[in-house]
């Protein structure tokens, strides 16, 4: 059987990761902070803001009910508030699906 890597699973991202994770400025990701109660990253002393998965998991949720759906920002607040687990469960498909995407194209590709 090969040797299969296995993924490094950060506890914690900073601030520029999220932002090229996003492809956004970090402006609009400390914006989302004070607007959205689901995100709450960790500050150290210095006010540098880390971020945990489930931080990146909640900001995938926002960017997708925002950016996909045509959510406006009182809308995605409110869809949150009160269907929080189905999105969540609905995003946690959207990335298991993507994930199985990108490995049946590496599969073809090696073909």
Same mark, same amino acid.
């Given at each position: 059987?090969? *040797?299969?890597?296995?993924?490094?699973?950060? +506890?914690? *991202?900073? +601030?520029?990761?999220?932002?090229?994770?996003?492809?956004?400025?970090?402006?609009?990701?400390? *914006?989302?902070?004070?607007?959205?109660?689901?995100?709450?990253?960790?500050? &150290?002393? #210095?006010?540098?803001?880390?971020?945990?998965?489930?931080?990146?998991?909640?900001?995938?949720?926002?960017? /997708?009910?925002?950016?996909?759906?045509?959510? @406006?920002? %009182?809308? %995605? #607040?409110? /869809?949150?508030?009160?269907?929080? &687990?189905?999105?969540?469960? @609905?995003?946690?498909?959207?990335?298991?699906?993507?994930?199985?995407?990108?490995?049946?194209?590496?599969?073809?590709?090696? +073909?």
């Amino acid at each position: 059987m090969p *040797y299969k890597e296995r993924e490094i699973n950060k +506890m914690y *991202y900073t +601030m520029g990761e999220v932002s090229a994770m996003f492809d956004v400025n970090q402006s609009l990701i400390r *914006y989302y902070e004070k607007e959205f109660d689901i995100l709450q990253p960790k500050k &150290n002393k #210095k006010g540098n803001r880390y971020f945990t998965p489930e931080d990146v998991e909640n900001l995938k949720i926002i960017f /997708h009910l925002i950016r996909d759906k045509g959510f @406006t920002l %009182a809308g %995605a #607040k409110e /869809h949150l508030k009160k269907n929080s &687990n189905d999105t969540k469960d @609905t995003q946690s498909m959207i990335t298991t699906l993507e994930n199985l995407k990108k490995f049946l194209l590496e599969v073809r590709d090696q +073909m």
